[in-house]
Nanobody
Framework: QVQLVESGGGLVQPGGSLRLSCAPSGSGVTIGTMAWYRQAPGKQRELVAEITSGGSTTYADSVKGRFTISRDNAKLTVYLQMNSVEHGDTAAYYC???????????????????WGQGTQVTVSS
């Protein structure tokens, strides 16, 4: 079973930068929209940024101008570049992707939403 694997979280000082990465654990998949969500303690999970297979992007108002989502389709990887981080960015960050698994060469199953296990980002001095 293919899973999404995130990396890049950690501790960062206010005003600093961090880059998150996410990719499927195996091959033989095709990926549509990819996104990053986050969830702070006691709060609901919220969309941070989203990127379609064609490269169109959407951002939460709170991160516009500071975060950049991008993807490398050849590597099936999505990135979240986080700049000028603030205390309010502290949360567990989750990768999301619409993926379809290859049934046989050139034939894919139905697309389904997959979540990563989450990576913690803590902004603190």
């Amino acid at each position: 079973q293919v899973q999404l694997v995130e990396s890049g979280g950690g501790l960062v000082q206010p005003g600093g930068s961090l880059r998150l990465s996410c990719a499927p654990s195996g091959s033989g998949v095709t990926i549509g929209t990819m996104a990053w969500y986050r969830q702070a303690p006691g709060k609901q999970r919220e969309l941070v940024a989203e990127i379609t297979s064609g490269g169109s992007t959407t951002y939460a108002d709170s991160v516009k101008g500071r975060f950049t989502i991008s993807r490398d389709n050849a590597k099936l990887t999505v990135y979240l570049q986080m700049n000028s981080v603030e205390h309010g960015d502290t949360a567990a960050y989750y990768c999301y992707a619409d993926m379809a698994q290859m049934l046989r060469p050139g034939i894919y199953g139905l697309s389904t939403g997959y979540w990563g296990q989450g990576t913690q980002v803590t902004v603190s001095s």
